[in-house]
């Protein structure tokens, strides 16, 4: 890193920088600090987030902005409320990034125009406004003030970023999510029902891979995006983060995992982790988390940097086609039960 020329514009402690290499190498989690977020407005954002799912009238309020199909009223097929999954055992509150105002909604148009042939049926997907709880209206101020404070840190994490991977042009990372189309999840997850609490017990106590058909809070998976801010309250242990396994694992379903990883992690051809991890509630009280998705802009191609032997030929991905296929093919499968 003493090589780098821009070195100097980076306002960190060298250890700091290092640090960051090894972490998004390996286990690709860590904690950050000194990001100048208050802690009074990430408790106010949990809180929130408590309120909605355990407040008396939560189920009413729930519904009134559940999640819709595109073309059913508010429908945008992604923003709003959506159940306890099939598969999860958590609920949903999803917020993303909007497309409003004439020059945002003129460019998405043109773009969507060059991309005619990606995608067809999806027209309309993503392009509604975030919903609101009309019983917290303390949600409206606090939530886009905590995205705000949050894409301001995630560039911070993407100049630092550039920087540890020692890219030739350093502000890369810093550009191509200038304008994240981010995602901002309020998750609930309700205390497991006692049948299952069982299950989950066996599963901790054997193989950590051996979930098959068990439902969980989240059930295995790595993040598709670019970097996760994740916020929880204080439920002891129950993010499980995968540590170990490497190439020689001979599991079949980490083998799928892994290549599912691989379409992740495209910027650095694998050298980066997106980290399998997992959520086992067993406690008794409802758990929320509020993970924060900072993406790059809809717009970027990402494909394998010459840093880390890309080449032209190599395959590429426009981050809304990758989204739009997450979105379709993940949020759409959940259950819903109204
Ligand atoms: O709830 C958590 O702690 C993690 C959630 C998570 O992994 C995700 O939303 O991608
Ligand atoms: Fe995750």
């Not at 799912?53 to 409320?81: C, E, F, H, M, N």
């Not at 993406?295 to 190599?314: Q, Y």
């Amino acid at each position: 890193m003493s090589n780098s020329p821009n070195r100097g514009q980076l306002n960190l402690p060298r250890t700091t920088v290092a640090a960051l290499r090894a972490a998004v190498r390996h286990p690709g989690f860590f904690y950050l600090t000194g990001h100048g977020v208050p802690h009074a407005l990430m408790q106010h954002v949990l809180s929130l987030g408590w309120q909605f799912y355990t407040a008396d009238d939560s189920l009413l309020q729930k519904r009134a902005i559940a999640r819709r199909p595109v073309g059913d009223r508010y429908g945008d097929g992604a923003r709003g409320w959506q159940d306890v999954g099939l598969d999860d055992w958590h609920e949903a509150l999803d917020f993303y990034a909007e497309i409003c105002g004439a020059e945002a909604v003129a460019a998405h148009r043109a773009f969507k125009a060059s991309r005619s042939d990606v995608w067809p049926g999806v027209d309309g997907l993503l392009e509604g406004r975030n919903l609101y709880p009309q019983h917290l209206p303390a949600m409206r101020d606090v939530y886009p003030d905590y995205v705000a404070r949050l894409c301001s840190v995630g560039e911070a994490v993407m100049r630092a970023l550039g920087f540890a991977l020692e890219l030739g042009d350093p502000e890369f990372f810093v550009g191509a999510t200038r304008d994240s189309f981010w995602c901002l999840r309020v998750l609930g997850y309700p205390p497991l029902p006692p049948a299952f609490r069982k299950k989950e017990d066996k599963i901790e106590t054997q193989d950590d891979d051996d979930e098959d058909e068990e439902m969980v809070g989240c059930g295995a998976h790595s993040d598709y995006g670019c970097l996760t801010m994740l916020l929880t309250d204080d439920t002891p242990g129950a993010l499980k983060v995968r540590v170990a396994g490497g190439d020689d694992d001979p599991n079949p379903e980490k083998e799928q995992e892994k290549q599912q990883q691989q379409e992740e992690q495209w910027w650095t051809g694998g050298w980066a982790t997106s980290t399998v991890h997992k959520v086992l509630h067993l406690g008794d009280g409802y758990r929320i988390s509020v993970p924060f998705f900072y993406e790059p802009a809809k717009h970027v191609v990402v494909r394998r940097l010459p840093e880390f032997g890309g080449t032209e030929a190599d395959p590429e991905v426009r981050y809304w086609d990758h989204l739009v296929s997450k979105i379709d093919g993940s949020f759409f499968r959940k259950r819903t039960t109204w």
